[in-house]
C-alpha cells in the first residue's frame, strides 16, 4: 500500500513536531475537497502518483512510514493518522502500535462516519489515539449532498451518514472517551455552500459547552469538483459573523 508522507509538520499537531501519513480511499466525496488522489484511491493499494505538493510530502509504501517512525523517534514528538478517511484502512492498528512504541503521541483525524471503528481504538488501551481531531463538514442532516451517487445513478442516501456522524459525536463526549485523556477537537471548513449560520446553529446544537471548535477558511483552485473552484469564498467579515454565531453556545471557537 502507497500513503502520503509528511515527515515534518509544525501545524498538523497542535504544539508537537510530527509527522503525518495521509492513508488513502474516504467514504465521502465533499465537492470542495483538495485531496483527490487519496480520496479516489484504493484503499488496499493507495494511490499510484507521486505528491504534487512540494518539499518532504511523498507517496511511499507504508513500510518507509514505519521506518521513518522508528529513525526519527528521538526527534518527533507525535504522528498524525489523516487521510481519506484513515478509519477505512487496515494499516491504523499497526501505526499506532508503533508510534506508541517509538514513544510518540498519535493524533486521529477522521470524518467520524466509522463509529464502531472508532469506538473499537477508544476501548484498547494500546491503541487509543492522544488526539482525535473531527471533521464536522456541514449540518449531519446534509450529508447525503456529501456521498457519491449510488451504483445505479440515484442520489445517495445521507441517514446512515447522519446517524454515524451523531453517534460519533456522542462517544466522544462520554466518559469513554475521558477515560485514556483524549484530547479532542473538532473542525469545520467555511465552505459558503455547506455551511451557513443555520449550519452553524445545528452543530452548535450537538457538541458540548467546553467543546473546541476550529474553522478554516474554504481556498478554492484544486476541489474534487472543479465547479466548486469558481465559489467566492466568505470575507474575513462574514467568517466572523459566522464564529460570533458559534460562540454563543461553544465559547472555544475560533478561526485557525
Known amino acids: 500500500m502507497n500513503v ?6 509544525l501545524v498538523n499537531y497542535p504544539r508537537r513536531l510530527a509527522a503525518a501519513v495521509f492513508l488513502p480511499g474516504c467514504n465521502l466525496r465533499c ?17 499510484v502518483i507521486r505528491a504534487s505538493a512540494g518539499g518532504n510530502n511523498d507517496y511511499v509504501p507504508v513500510e518507509a512510514v514505519f521506518e521513518h517512525i522508528e529513525k526519527r523517534k528521538s526527534v518527533l514528538q507525535g504522528l498524525v493518522i489523516s487521510g ?11 501505526l499506532i502500535v508503533r508510534a506508541k512504541k517509538a514513544g510518540l503521541a498519535v493524533k486521529l483525524d477522521t470524518n467520524g462516519l466509522l463509529p464502531d471503528a472508532l469506538q473499537a ?3 484498547d488501551r494500546e ?8 471533521d464536522i463538514k456541514t449540518n449531519p442532516s446534509r450529508y447525503g449532498e456529501l456521498l457519491a451517487a449510488r451504483q445505479d445513478g440515484s442520489p445517495a442516501d445521507g441517514l446512515y451518514a447522519e446517524t454515524a ?4 459525536l456522542k462517544l466522544l463526549q462520554t466518559p469513554e472517551a475521558s477515560a485514556h485523556s483524549v484530547e479532542i477537537e473538532y473542525r469545520t471548513v467555511f465552505v459558503p455552500p455547506l455551511v451557513q449560520a443555520a449550519d452553524i446553529q445545528a452543530i452548535a446544537d450537538l457538541l458540548q459547552p467546553g467543546a473546541h471548535w476550529f474553522f478554516a477558511p474554504f481556498l478554492p483552485g484544486q476541489c474534487l469538483n472543479p465547479a466548486w473552484n469558481k465559489i467566492r469564498p466568505y470575507t ?19 478561526l485557525r
Open 121 to 123: 481504538l477508544l476501548g
Open 84 to 94: 481519506g478517511e484513515a478509519l477505512l484502512s487496515p494499516v491504523v492498528p499497526e
Open 127 to 134: 491503541l487509543c489515539p492522544d488526539m482525535v481531531a473531527l
Open 4 to 9: 502520503g508522507l509528511q515527515k515534518t509538520s
Open 165 to 168: 456522524l451523531k453517534k460519533t
Open 236 to 254: 474575513m467579515e462574514e467568517m466572523k459573523q459566522l464564529i460570533q454565531l458559534a460562540q454563543t453556545k461553544i465559547p472555544h471557537s475560533t
Open 31 to 47: 465537492p470542495y475537497c483538495y485531496n483527490a488522489e487519496l480520496v479516489c484511491a484504493s484503499v488496499l493499494h493507495g494511490p
